[in-house]
């Protein structure tokens, strides 16, 4: 006991061996700026069942009875209205010939990737598709080509320092209709690993990536822009806690909404438009969400934007981020959590929700920019939505392991109103 007392302050110092492999990341950081959240209104239950806006699309399977649509992360339209959907084991879906009656499409294989895309944006008035992949960085593809490839556009960045930054967990993507730019999202420098000896592509743990960022609160999530035609990337926006969900608000492209999962909030980023002052800043569209965010799409028609919530505040978040909680034993709490295996991390709660929103309105407003809120309180129907793709009038839910995609009628003729 002696020896053992002598030794443990040598083996857990930040500097020790035994640290650095508990703790590849580093400690969890003393934050003092928390996120601000609500308790979930029970009441709101137009996602449950019985709804008949919400409808959900399967796969048309064979005898083999296997499915494709497993897992359908992201959804996106091209021009001709053809849906596709990219899934948790790498493969990129072309989704035809529905039939109503059923709610299935048939499913064909246009390529695999090494590991699952998690957002992805189809460029105006051509089949080339944007998407970003954790491991890798900003990709796209022609799926108008016969033999279609996938290209990697950018894997790094240049800082103004000169060094060239790693982009370690790229994960949602947009276009500038007025400019060609593609946005998209760095969310940590956390980047997903996988268990020894698997090497599908759905064992990339995005998850786990995720829980390790949010416990240590360290803010490395950025916003890029990639310029196609100089093959140029450029950081807009620094210091974001997870930068999930991105799209751009308007046709305009004076601004993009950003989803800031932990600390469960939307941002705008100013590019141009009427508040030039603002320019290159972030502020806030809301606070005291019922959750943690996940992507984001916006009508530019309507300037009317979505954002699912994967998961609600737990309970270890609720004590966690306490006012009766000292902010060092939080600190050493989540230090501890970081340290856990995987299996053992905190899980999300079953729920399904999203948010419409007008992120336009002015934040001197005394209008919420909260226009309605769409839950499957208990998750039953629907649950962890991780994405949401506008078309159509429709919303398309993505997910990270059911094999069907959520379809809801807006009916944006009265989206102003609350449901």
């Known amino acids: 006991m002696v020896v053992v007392a002598l030794i443990t302050p040598f083996l857990f110092r930040p500097s020790s061996l035994l640290m650095k492999w508990l703790l590849p990341h580093g400690r969890a950081l003393h934050n003092s700026d928390h996120p601000k959240f609500s308790d979930i209104d029970p009441a709101i239950k137009n996602l449950s069942v019985g709804n008949e806006r919400l409808t959900k699309i399967y796969e048309r399977v064979g005898t083999s009875g296997k499915t494709l649509l497993d ?19 790498g493969q990129l879906l072309r989704l035809d010939n529905f039939e109503p009656g059923s709610n299935t499409v048939l499913a064909t294989v246009i390529t695999t990737l090494p590991a699952r895309a998690l957002g992805a944006k189809f ?24 033999d279609p490839k996938v290209e990697l556009v950018a894997s790094k960045v240049k800082l103004d320092d000169g060094t060239w930054s790693q982009i370690r967990y790229a994960d949602d993507v947009d276009i500038g209709p007025k400019t060609g730019f593609v946005y998209f999202s760095d969310a940590s420098d956390i980047s997903p690993e996988r268990p020894a000896g698997d090497n599908s592509p759905s064992s990339w743990d995005v998850m786990h990536a995720y829980v390790l960022d949010c416990l240590r609160a360290k803010r490395t999530g950025r916003l890029l822009r990639y310029d196609p035609t100089t093959d140029e990337v450029q950081v807009l926006a620094s210091g974001i806690w997870f930068a999930n969900g991105i799209a751009v ?3 305009e492209e004076t601004s993009i909404l950003i989803s800031e999962t ?35 799409d916006c009508n530019h028609g309507t300037k009317l934007c979505y954002v699912p919530i994967v998961s609600p505040t ?8 306490s006012k009766f909680m000292p902010r060092v034993v ?18 999300p709660q079953m ?31 629907v649950s962890l939505i991780t994405s949401v793709t506008e078309y159509g009038g429709k919303l398309y839910l993505g997910n990270l392991h059911e094999t069907y995609i959520g379809v809801y009628d807006l009916g944006l003729a009265s989206s102003v109103e609350k449901d």
Request: glycine content about 10%; charged content about 20%.
């Open 351 to 381: 729920y399904g929700g999203f948010l419409e929103m007008s992120p336009l309105l002015s934040s001197s407003s005394s209008k919420s920019r909260i226009t309605r809120v769409f839950q499957d309180p208990t998750g039953e129907n």
């Open 71 to 89: 897992g359908p992360e992201t959804v996106a339209f091209d021009d001709d209205g053809t849906m596709y959907a990219f899934v948790k084991n």
């Open 330 to 347: 939080e600190g050493w709490l989540r230090t501890l959590l970081m340290m856990l295996p995987p299996s053992l991390a905190p899980k």
């Open 262 to 296: 932990s600390m469960m909030r939307p941002l705008r980023y100013h590019i141009t438009g009427h508040e030039r002052s603002k320019a290159g800043s972030l502020e806030v569209v809301e606070e005291g969400l019922v959750g943690l965010i996940d992507g984001a």
């Open 314 to 321: 737990t309970m270890l978040m609720k004590v966690m981020y």
């Open 123 to 146: 460029v105006p008035n051509t089949k080339v598709v944007y998407f970003a992949v954790p491991l890798l960085g900003l990709c796209r593809i022609d799926v108008g080509q016969k």
């Open 249 to 251: 608000i308007d046709s």
